[in-house]
């Protein structure tokens, strides 16, 4: 017995249109849609990627900025320091002034307080050969 012919035409036909449906539909849709999948796994990459890059740059702006912080508080110590030891050096300077001030006029009261008991010293005598003369009146 001999099958049906029509029976191999629609086999042919089904054939023929799982081959056209298959070329012209799903191909192209598989295409795109693998398209489509490359492009969203490139697109997760490339934010990968920009979200570690930014973590390092906020990272090495962390380090940066630490060690600028660190910089200006050395320059800031040393600063202070060297005006400590500019205040130290001119308080220093001030006493050694003050002192010798002090002793070239306790030196100059000592001169004019013995300068000044000649002086009285030297009166009193006249004073009391006045008095003499005066009183007894004769010279001593």
């Known amino acids: 017995m001999i099958p049906d012919l029509s029976v191999l035409w629609v086999i ?3 054939l023929l249109c799982v081959f056209v449906v298959n070329t012209l539909i799903f191909k192209p849709i598989l295409q795109v849609s693998d398209a489509r999948a490359r ?3 490139d ?6 990627s920009a979200a570690q890059k930014a973590t390092d740059a906020s990272q090495q702006f962390d380090r940066t900025m630490t060690a600028a912080r660190a910089d200006v508080y050395k320059q800031m110590d040393d600063a202070r320091r ?12 001030t006493k050694r ?3 010798a001030a002090l002793t070239d006029a306790v030196g100059r009261l000592s001169s ?3 300068a000044a008991r000649a002086a009285l010293e030297t009166e009193a005598n006249t004073l009391a050969g006045d008095i003499v003369t005066r ?3 004769r010279t001593a």
């Open 135 to 137: 009183v007894l009146g």
């Open 43 to 48: 697109a997760r990459e490339l934010a990968a």
């Open 82 to 93: 060297s005006a400590l030891d500019k205040r130290a050096a001119v308080m220093a300077d």
């Open 112 to 114: 004019q307080a013995a």
């Open 97 to 99: 002034e003050a002192e």
């Open 39 to 41: 492009a969203v796994r």
């Open 12 to 14: 042919a036909l089904l």
